[in-house]
Nanobody
């Protein structure tokens, strides 16, 4: 059974950077498209970025394009989310998940094996 563990969340100031990591419990992460999501208090979980199995294609939410980069290291079974020029509206709990069906997607129903998340807080 796949388990995902996110890490790297922190409190940063506006304009700062963070790199989130998502570590998998199995050595077969290369089989799956992977995605990052976030959820702010009182809001729906929203897709941020997704990547294909080899990490040479990605799809981003419009609001993070040019600031966030999703990548993966299949030799280590880890997916990353590099976040630059952070804004207060980027605050929330960030989750990674495995995509089950279709092409690159930011729709939560297309994913499973959600981790517990890591908190990102961006202060003004």
């Amino acid at each position: 059974q796949l388990r995902l563990v996110e890490s790297g969340g922190a409190l940063v100031h506006t304009g700062g950077s963070l790199r989130l990591s998502c570590a998998a419990s199995v050595a077969t992460l290369y089989n799956w498209r992977m995605g990052w999501f976030r959820q702010a208090p009182g809001k729906e979980r929203e897709g941020i970025a997704s990547t294909n199995r080899v990490g040479d294609d990605a799809f981003y939410r419009t609001s993070v394009k040019g600031r966030f980069t999703i990548s993966r290291d299949n030799t280590r079974d880890v997916v990353y989310l590099q976040m630059n020029d952070l804004k207060p509206e980027d605050s929330g709990v960030y989750y990674c998940a495995r995509q089950l069906t279709g092409g690159l997607s930011l729709a939560a129903p297309d994913y499973d094996s959600w981790g517990l998340g890591t908190q990102v807080t961006v202060s003004p």
